[in-house]
T-cell receptor
Framework: GNSVTQMEGPVTLSEEAFLTINCTYTATGYPSLFWYVQYPGEGLQLLLK?????DKGSNKGFEATYRKETTSFHLEKGSVQVSDSAVYFCAVTNAGGTSYGKLTFGQGTILTVHP | EAGVTQSPTHLIKTRGQQATLRCSPISGHTSVYWYQQALGLGLQFLLW???????NRGNFPPRFSGRQFPNYSSELNVNALELEDSALYLC????????????FGNGTRLTVT
C-alpha cells in the first residue's frame, strides 16, 4: 500500500524565517499529493495539491513541487508568520485497488512560529 | 455553505461500552470518510461510504463499523471499547469518492476510561 514519511518535528522558527518540511512517499501508478493543515482545535484543511509530476501546488505563500524522480513533495514558505503555527500533514492517494477513496497521511509535523 | 458537522464534540466511555459518533456531510456530497487520529500516530483511514454502501475499509477490527443513511449522513460505531480507542475521530466528505480534496469536520474526541 501507499505510505508517507514526513520530517519529524516539532519545528520551531522565528517570524519571517524560511520553512521547509520534507515529505517522501511510496505509491504505485500515478498518485496525487496533498498538504493539509490542522490549526488548534480544528479539523484538517487542504493547503495545496499536485496531481502529476512536476506540478507545483501553491497557496497562502506555501509551495510544494511533485518530484516523481525523488518521490518527494516538500513544503516550503519563504517567510513564516505566527499565524502559520499548526500541524502540517503530507498525504498521497491513487485511484485503484485497495487505495481507492483513501488518503494516506504522514505522521504530521508540528510548526511553532515565535514573534 | 455549512461544513462537515460532527457530534458529539466530546464523548467519555468506559472500557467495554459502545460508542456512536455522528457525521453530516456538506450538502451535495455523497461520500463520507472516517479517520482515527490517535496521539502521536497521525491519521489512520477507517472507513469510506458512498451512496449508502461501504466502499473501502482500513486495517481496523470488525468492532469498528458504521453506516450511511439515505440523506448521506453517517455514524461510526465502536463496540467493546478498549483504552487504545481513545482518539480524535475525524469525518470528511466529498463527491463520489473524489478525495481531491476531502472536507473535514472538527472531530469527536473519544476518551475511554
Amino acid at each position: 500500500g501507499n505510505s508517507v514519511t514526513q520530517m519529524e518535528g516539532p519545528v520551531t522558527l522565528s517570524e519571517e524565517a524560511f520553512l521547509t518540511i520534507n515529505c517522501t512517499y511510496t505509491a504505485t501508478g500515478y498518485p496525487s499529493l496533498f498538504w493539509y493543515v490542522q490549526y488548534p482545535g480544528e479539523g484538517l484543511q487542504l493547503l495545496l495539491k499536485a496531481t502529476k509530476a512536476d506540478d507545483k501546488g501553491s497557496n497562502k505563500g506555501f509551495e510544494a513541487t511533485y518530484r516523481k524522480e525523488t518521490t518527494s513533495f516538500h513544503l516550503e514558505k519563504g517567510s513564516v508568520q505566527v499565524s502559520d503555527s499548526a500541524v502540517y500533514f503530507c498525504a498521497v492517494t491513487n485511484a485503484g485497488g485497495t487505495s481507492y477513496g483513501k488518503l494516506t497521511f504522514g505522521q504530521g509535523t508540528i510548526l511553532t512560529v515565535h514573534p | 455553505e455549512a461544513g462537515v458537522t460532527q457530534s458529539p464534540t466530546h464523548l467519555i466511555k468506559t472500557r467495554g461500552q459502545q460508542a456512536t459518533l455522528r457525521c453530516s456531510p456538506i450538502s451535495g456530497h455523497t461520500s463520507v470518510y472516517w479517520y482515527q487520529q490517535a496521539l502521536g500516530l497521525g491519521l489512520q483511514f477507517l472507513l469510506w461510504y458512498d451512496e449508502g454502501e461501504e466502499r473501502n475499509r482500513g486495517n481496523f477490527p470488525p468492532r469498528f463499523s458504521g453506516r450511511q443513511f439515505p440523506n448521506y449522513s453517517s455514524e461510526l460505531n465502536v463496540n467493546a471499547l478498549e483504552l487504545e480507542d481513545s482518539a480524535l475521530y475525524l469525518c470528511a466528505s466529498s463527491f463520489r469518492g473524489d478525495v481531491s480534496p476531502l472536507h473535514f469536520g472538527n472531530g469527536t474526541r473519544l476518551t475511554v476510561t
